[in-house]
């Protein structure tokens, strides 16, 4: 499996855009995450799914976040409209269960967010 | 909310020397897990130990568990300069079905 799969690596946009982040969890993960990195904030839960349905969504900011998982194998998390201070990094996690199990949570590598 | 907070912020040290690190946490848990971050990179899964168990070893990695405490300790013994990176404790608030909360890290640098 190549693991979790996030992209953009990298997305640069203006105040006020829409910004869609894509993940594809690993085949048989029954539990996908969605965590935001920031210096200060350090690593904070968004939002996360079961079986494809948002089990705690108490993390996203506020309206402007919304996440998505139609089918067991891809996930979005869209920002609209974008605010300078949503500038961070946003990880993909999968996992067989809610709390890892054995074998832990497998993040992707992220995407740098950069709203100007 | 952060449920673990690790100590120190940041170590420095040798190659060859023992590194240390540890969390504290505030609710009960089922059990708790250490993560490692490269710079740039996601984070990975190094050790899980369970609220019954109070030592456990993956190669070079020791963890300690004291539930009375509510803190575990990470050890690296014999560091290299590959074990730079910001190592997490996540802890599962002892509630079913719930996701793992993050501290905000120890960042170790390991110097040749």
């Known amino acids: 499996d190549a693991g979790v799969i996030q992209s953009p690596r990298h997305e640069v946009t203006e105040m006020g855009q829409e910004v869609t982040l894509r993940c594809k969890p690993i085949?048989?993960?029954?539990?996908l995450f969605w965590y935001r990195q920031t210096m200060m904030r350090g690593l904070e839960l968004l939002i996360y799914?079961?079986?494809?349905?948002?089990?705690?969504d108490s993390g996203m900011p506020e309206d402007r976040f919304s996440a998505k998982m139609p089918n067991a194998s891809f996930s979005t998390l869209k920002i609209q409209p974008s605010e300078p201070r949503d500038s961070a990094v946003y990880f993909c996690a999968s996992s067989l269960e809610p709390t890892g199990g054995g074998q832990g949570y497998t993040f992707g590598s992220g995407t740098r967010l950069t709203v100007v | 909310s952060q449920q673990g907070e690790e100590d120190p912020q940041a170590l420095s040290i040798q190659e060859g020397e023992n590194a240390t690190m540890n969390c504290s946490y505030k609710?009960?848990?089922?059990?708790l897990q250490w993560y490692r971050q490269n710079s740039g990179r996601g984070l990975v899964h190094l050790i899980l130990i369970r609220s019954n168990e109070r030592e456990k070893h993956s190669g070079r990695l020791r963890v300690t568990l004291d539930t009375s405490k509510k803190s575990s300790s990470l050890l690296i013994t014999a560091s290299r300069a590959a074990d730079t990176a910001s190592y997490f404790c996540?802890?599962?608030?002892?509630?079913?079905?719930?996701?793992?909360?993050f501290g905000k890290g120890t960042t170790l640098s390991v110097s040749s």
């Open positions: 996540a802890t599962d608030g002892n509630q079913a079905g719930t996701a793992l909360i």
């Open positions: 799914f079961n079986n494809n349905v948002p089990i705690d």
């Open positions: 609710t009960s848990i089922n059990n």
């Open positions: 085949s048989g993960h029954n539990s």
